[in-house]
């Protein structure tokens, strides 16, 4: 169909965001929600090693070694830069704290936003889609946060918005003289590339929201989905595996 999707904003970050979604919705929210990170440092380490991976996910989809895999290599690392450090500026702004969490966050938007046009935009695209990534993922969290959906990791608000913001605006800004074997976007002219490129992600979306919603359902038939409030309260350690992770008097 002429659809360009360069590292997965589609196939892997808009469906998986549609999906934690139908899981919220339908396994429902916790009991008990006001959880702290339980380690920042050991997120730091996590955003680091996600950071770093991301570089092979993103570059690594050009499936060779060329201009083209360091476009896509330097793309991924503004992106998240921008949308790092505009995150933090938005909580800075509105809590009057700037915040570690929030900008690592960011970081992951800015990288989830950048996949679908790694390699298919210009340098100073890739920092504008951080910014914008970062934006928009920001005000989903915060309407996830109003409609009381419990989406524990944000993985609809960050992954999944993301990508559709990506794909979005890699339907905008492709062009094909930053890539000969990609196409142009809204701005040069390619309307109907961008038109494809915003059906095609919706679809996407519905159609895994739907199938998650339903293979759930399945699969509750066979076994709970959802422990009971009992599980709950005590923990998944104790309940599932008879130890807890953490001894709670250690700081």
């Not at 992600?201 to 739907?210: G, P, Q, R």
Request: hydrophobic share 55%; glycine share 12%.
């Amino acid at each position: 169909m002429g659809v360009l999707d360069f590292a997965g904003g589609i196939v892997v970050h808009a469906t998986a965001g549609a999906a934690a979604l139908a899981s919220v919705f339908y396994v429902g929210s916790r009991k008990y929600k006001d959880s702290k990170p339980n380690s920042i440092p050991l997120m730091a380490i996590g955003t680091a090693l996600l950071w770093f991976g991301w570089y092979g996910f993103n570059a690594g989809s050009e499936l060779n070694v060329d201009g083209i895999t360091a476009l896509a290599f330097l793309n991924s690392d503004i992106a998240a830069s921008f949308a790092a450090i505009t995150w933090m500026i938005i909580e800075w702004l509105k809590e009057t704290k700037p915040k570690f969490v929030g900008f690592m966050t960011g970081a992951v938007a800015g990288l989830a936003t950048v996949t679908p046009a790694a390699g298919l935009v210009s340098m100073p695209v890739a920092a504008l889609m951080g910014i914008i990534g970062a934006i928009t993922c920001y005000l989903a969290v915060h309407i996830k946060n109003r409609m009381e959906w419990d989406d524990a990791l944000d993985v609809w608000g960050v992954h999944g918005i993301g990508g559709v913001t990506g794909t979005i605006l890699l339907g905008v800004f492709a062009s094909t003289a930053i890539n000969p074997a990609g196409t142009d976007g809204l701005l040069y002219g390619g309307t109907a590339f961008f038109i494809k490129e915003l059906v095609v992600v919706v679809i996407t979306s519905i159609y895994a929201f739907v199938f998650t919603y339903v293979m759930l359902i399945l699969i509750d038939i066979i076994t709970p989905v959802k422990v009971s409030d009992e599980e709950e309260l005590a923990g998944l350690d104790i309940s599932i595996h008879g130890e807890c992770a953490y001894d709670t008097g250690v700081f």
